[in-house]
């Protein structure tokens, strides 16, 4: 049997539009946020779904709380669905964090899947936590349609983890907030259906974070 995945990211923070990175720390939904995550949760008002999960992040938890109004489902939050910790870097722009830490940014922007960051962690490790949650959550709702929204990070993993992309290559498509991907699970293994719909935002921006 497949578990289909409807897996979203948050609507627009206001250190998305500063630029400033973000990871688990974390900034409110800024206004054109909110309404993109009131066009998800329109969106999804007339498509049937078992259950809707979360990160615990806030930016992830106000755009699933907004969902869950028009849909009348619980909020279920899971850490393991958390923005890839980004230690020393949370709250700094890039420019910021290349002239504070420049071996650091270095190396972050290298895209290696092992570098771990001072005070965080690497992108190995929050794919890791990400794929054992979503492969939990696909057997826990085996033959069902269930609704995560989550992190643009998490979302690129994935995206990578599934189409055999290397972290370490330039990342030549977008995330962008509010984005609405899809992916079935079945025997253990993920396959992309969609990605990146944003139909639903109509007038609201659609600029990559």
């Known amino acids: 049997m497949t578990t289909e995945f409807i897996l979203l990211r948050h609507g627009e923070t206001e250190w998305n539009t500063l630029g400033r990175l973000q990871g688990h720390l974390d900034s409110p939904l800024s206004a054109r ?3 993109q995550a009131d066009a998800l949760a329109e969106r999804l008002e007339s498509v049937s779904f078992h259950a809707l999960y979360c990160s615990d992040l806030g930016r992830a938890l106000e755009t699933a709380r907004r969902i869950a109004i028009r849909t009348g489902h619980s909020v279920l939050e899971d850490k393991r669905l958390r923005e890839r910790g980004l230690g020393i ?3 700094l722009t890039r420019d910021e964090a ?3 830490h420049p ?3 270095a190396e972050y922007s290298a895209g290696g899947p092992d570098f771990v960051v001072p005070g965080g962690e690497s992108t190995s490790q929050r794919l890791r936590h990400a794929v054992e949650c979503l492969r939990e959550l696909g ?3 085996l033959g069902a349609r269930i609704v995560v929204v989550t992190h643009g990070g998490v979302l ?3 995206f990578r983890h599934c189409l055999g992309i290397p972290h370490g290559t330039p990342r030549a498509f977008s995330v962008l907030n509010a984005s609405w991907s899809q ?3 079945h025997e253990g293994a993920f396959r992309l259906v969609t990605w990146g719909d944003v139909n639903h935002l109509r007038d609201a921006s659609r600029d990559d974070a």
Do not use: N, P
């Open 98 to 100: 290349s002239q504070r």
């Open 156 to 158: 690129s993993s994935l």
């Open 103 to 105: 071996e650091v940014f």
């Open 33 to 35: 946020g909110l309404c």
């Open 89 to 91: 870097m949370e709250g």
């Open 139 to 141: 057997a826990r709702h």
């Open 183 to 185: 992916f079935d699970y």
